[in-house]
């Protein structure tokens, strides 16, 4: 048995996410308690630095796609799926890619990642499809799951726990719930309406773009929690209203609206709510925590 290369992906990325946030320690404690005030224009460059941290997702789909190991299939299964489905994955010290494809079935298939002299506990697979709803759990191994585009996709679920996960999906969402425990995630989900969007990382990082659909009527109401590691996501948001609530201890947090600056700062509470909200058809409510972490969120209007 041997450790897949996106577990090695994951450790690096933890690791480089605790240095990163152990270096900026010595200048917050630099900053006298008076000086801090809410937004903080000053701290601009230690979030910078804090926020390299989320980017680092990258290095997530650089080992799932330029470094060549070999796999060995596992085993590989296809499902004649309806038109709406439930995802739920949950990963330990694996790797999943979720996708969307021009494909009439269901297509999940498990590899195990073979990197010699490395070696990690039993590798596990569970699978199951019953009253449209996908489970999928791996431990130790890499998942490919592909999505028909023709399916709505109810709720994608997914917890993971050390490792790394890719999504890139262009079904119709309608909640993303995303846990990353010591791991990361890269996210590119293109087609959202009244969705929720529910992301928490502790100790990992999640990096990526959501898109809204730009429809008549929406509600959409998503949170972010940050405790220890971090969120970089892009919100494309076309003329929705949009009202903010936000919270940082000992972290980072930066909100921008069509480059407008909404919150910035390491230690606080920020709310703020656009003018003709109460009115407006198109809704979007974001509620972000960071507790010793960092969050960099950009919603695009326009």
């Known amino acids: 048995m041997y450790l897949n290369k996106e577990f090695i992906t994951g450790l690096i990325l933890l690791t480089i996410a605790i240095l990163g946030i152990v270096s900026i320690i010595p200048p917050l404690m630099s900053i006298k308690t008076e ?24 290095l997530i789909s650089i080992g799932m796609s330029q470094v060549s190991y ?48 490395f070696t990690t506990s039993k590798e596990i697979h569970e699978l199951s499809l019953k009253e449209n709803v996908l489970n999928l759990s791996i431990k130790g191994l890499k998942a490919y799951i592909k999505i028909p585009s023709s399916v709505k996709l109810i709720s994608v679920n997914m917890i993971i726990k050390g490792g790394g996960a890719k999504l890139s999906l ?8 995303l846990k990353a425990l010591g791991s990361g995630i890269k996210l590119d989900v293109k087609r959202l309406a009244n969705s929720s969007i529910n992301i928490y990382v502790n100790g990992g990082g999640v990096e990526g773009t959501a898109r809204y659909l730009d429809v ?5 109401h998503s949170r972010l929690t940050v405790k220890g590691g971090g969120i970089k996501l892009k919100i494309f948001a076309p003329n929705f209203s949009v009202k903010f609530k936000g ?31 109460a009115k407006s058809l198109k809704k979007l409510d974001l509620d972000v925590i960071v507790c010793a972490g960092g969050a960099d969120l950009w919603v695009i209007k326009h």
């Open 170 to 177: 262009d079904n119709y969402v309608n909640g993303l719930n």
């Open 70 to 117: 070999e796999e060995e299939l596992v085993m590989s299964k296809s499902f004649n799926v309806g038109n709406i489905l439930d995802i739920v994955i949950r990963i330990s010290n694996g790797a999943a890619i979720v996708e969307t494809c021009n494909c009439s079935n269901l297509e999940v298939k498990i590899t195990s990642v073979k990197i010699p002299l």
């Open 35 to 58: 000086q801090v005030s809410y937004p903080y224009t000053d701290f601009t460059t230690l979030m910078a630095r804090l926020l390299n941290v989320s980017s680092l997702v990258n």
């Open 216 to 220: 008549k009527r929406a509600k959409s």
């Open 247 to 277: 919270s940082c201890n000992y972290g980072g947090l930066r909100a921008l609206i069509d480059g407008e600056t909404i919150a910035l700062g390491f230690s606080g509470s920020k709310s703020y709510t656009e003018e003709g909200y």
